[in-house]
């Protein structure tokens, strides 16, 4: 998380879990982290899952069907999404897409975060 000169790293696991669902988990966390509300936040994900849900108003869609897919089908980790949406109410969130394993010195820090949290839990 950056404001200004200030950064704040956060990171986690959990075991027999998804990459969607840590994908969503990240912002989740990153959102229950502010202690602001009001402001415009930008969140920058490689997830084409959260990005597209976004972008192409996937999540409008899955309410207005009853948090139902295309198919009829329910919406995969439909818990974090509401739990995301009330987060994002908050403020002013707008979700960038940044290409991931492509040099991009925060998207890679991430990364590093990511295994890290999951190799400390395997030593637990």
């Given at each position: 998380?950056?404001?200004?000169?200030?950064?704040?790293?956060?990171?986690?696991?959990?075991?027999?879990?998804?990459?969607?669902?840590?994908?969503?988990?990240?912002?989740?966390?990153?959102?229950?982290?502010?202690?602001?509300?009001?402001?415009?936040?930008?969140?920058?994900?490689?997830?084409?899952?959260?990005?597209?849900?976004?972008?192409?108003?996937?999540?409008?869609?899955?309410?207005?069907?009853?948090?139902?897919?295309?198919?009829?089908?329910?919406?995969?980790?439909?818990d974090?999404?509401?739990?995301?949406?009330?987060?994002?109410?908050?403020?002013?969130?707008?979700?960038k897409?940044?290409?991931?394993?492509?040099?991009?010195?925060?998207?890679?820090?991430?990364?590093?975060l990511?295994?890290?949290?999951?190799?400390?839990?395997?030593?637990?």
């Open positions: 998380m950056l404001y200004k000169d200030h950064k704040k790293e956060l990171s986690g696991q959990e075991d027999a879990t998804t990459n969607q669902r840590m994908e969503l988990k990240a912002v989740i966390e990153a959102l229950k982290a502010l202690k602001v509300e009001g402001w415009d936040i930008e969140i920058y994900s490689d997830s084409a899952y959260i990005v597209n849900a976004f972008e192409q108003n996937w999540i409008g869609k899955w309410m207005r069907n009853g948090w139902k897919t295309s198919k009829k089908e329910p919406v995969a980790n439909q974090l999404w509401e739990e995301l949406i009330a987060l994002c109410r908050k403020n002013h969130v707008v979700i897409k940044v290409k991931g394993h492509s040099g991009d010195e925060y998207n890679e820090r991430c990364d590093q990511a295994r890290k949290a999951i190799q400390d839990n395997s030593k637990e």
